[in-house]
């Protein structure tokens, strides 16, 4: 097997499987920074997608077995089911100050014997991420309703401190339209916690549809690639504003900043795990946050009049959040679902609840 794409590290310590099956991470190899790699082995309750996304995987050390009771076969045969090659004994540390000194690089991962040089030729011919539009790939083919909650967080004994919602069988209060840019199953399954009714629908659904689906907001999902070859997304996004309460994450942030007039651009080697600091400009507390992107929105490009910066990333103080100063629109650059953790974000789905309560009531600013 051999795969080609951008070649990137995660600084997350767990999850994985989350990890490989984030479709976010299309069209990128993935290398972990955590040593050992495999040990849990793989589950279906542990995915955020039909299938894993990444091209390849590069790792310290690879198990070969798993140890986890909830184990339903080896992280080996499971990346071999979905053909995914996996490369290890590799000095990652020196691969990570790679990337981070010269940027995210094309690359191929191969375990079938193919020449070096014949591997270095690929590489240099695989397109560059810039340009890239990959949503639409990785978007599903038609609308559909998601029912499940994540019964074990809703239940659990820190869930209120953390802003979450129970999902105790209650009816729905708001109806949301998701779109799907390539969203994770954990973000669906808040939205339920947080008594949503949930249609996905695919990338290039027209904001019209949308408007006569009889819903109280719109969620923009997280996904891969460059925002900017997005223009219908974008398009879409223009025209819902104002007429419903929007909340977007990771790409879906992005159109929000290239809907509102802004720009983007590629940072060099992106953010990529579960332990990025950002603070909350508006409560002057910092989050631990879960993080998967390699654009950014550019904040001095925004009209400061309308738009307001909300949250900044501590590590290279890029933008993480912003909100419209009179529409009912939000957005973080990072991962509030952040499935396998940390739960320092999920406030963010209350704050969308908010404002679509909010929004319902009479006088509103609906149009």
């Known amino acids: 097997m051999r795969r080609g794409g ?3 590290f995660n600084t997350s310590l767990t999850g994985y499987q989350e990890v490989f099956t984030d479709p976010s991470y299309a069209g990128q190899i993935v290398c972990l920074t955590y040593p050992h790699i495999g040990n849990v082995g793989a589950n279906l309750d542990d995915e955020e997608a039909r299938r894993p996304y990444i091209e390849s995987l590069i790792v310290r050390e690879f198990s070969q077995i798993s140890s986890s009771w909830r184990s339903a076969e080896t992280t ?13 004994d590799i000095d990652t540390r020196a691969l990570v100050r790679h990337i981070r000194k010269l940027g995210a690089l ?10 070096a040089e014949q591997l270095i030729h690929e590489a240099k011919q695989l397109p560059s991420m810039t340009g890239q539009e990959l949503a639409s790939r990785v978007s599903c083919d038609k609308t559909y309703m998601w029912n499940t909650g994540s019964i074990d967080l809703a239940t659990s004994p820190w869930a209120e401190h953390m802003g979450e919602a129970g999902n105790d069988g209650e009816a729905r209060s708001f109806r949301v339209v998701a779109y799907d840019f390539g969203i994770k ?3 669906l399954r808040l939205l339920v916690d947080h008594h949503c009714e949930v249609a996905v629908v695919p990338a290039k659904t027209a904001a019209e549809e949308i408007l006569t689906m009889g819903a109280d907001g719109v969620f923009l999902s997280n996904g891969p690639g460059d ?50 600091p950002v603070k909350n400009l508006l409560t002057e507390q910092v989050e631990i946050t879960a993080q998967n992107h390699g654009f950014c929105v550019d904040p001095e490009s925004l009209p400061s009049s309308e738009v307001e ?18 529409l009912p629109l939000f957005s973080v650059q990072y991962h509030p679902e952040a499935s396998p953790g940390p739960h ?24």
């Open 6 to 8: 951008e070649v990137v």
């Open 76 to 88: 080996q045969l499971y990346l071999n089911r979905h053909k995914i090659p996996v490369i290890w």
């Open 106 to 115: 094309r690359g191929v991962v191969s375990t079938d014997g193919t020449p």
């Open 185 to 187: 199953q954990n973000i």
């Open 227 to 276: 925002p900017e070859p997005i223009d219908y997304a974008v398009e879409n996004i223009r025209k819902l504003l104002g007429r419903i309460p929007v909340f977007g994450i990771c790409l879906g942030h992005q159109l929000c900043g290239l809907a509102l007039g802004g720009k983007t651009f590629k940072l060099k080697f992106g953010h990529h795990g579960s332990n990025h």
């Open 309 to 326: 910066i909300t949250h900044v990333n501590l590590n290279d103080h890029t933008n993480e959040g912003m909100r419209h100063k009179s």
């Open 344 to 367: 320092d974000s999920h406030y963010l789905f209350t704050q969308f609840t908010d404002l679509m309560q909010e929004f319902k009531k009479p006088g509103s600013s609906r149009k």
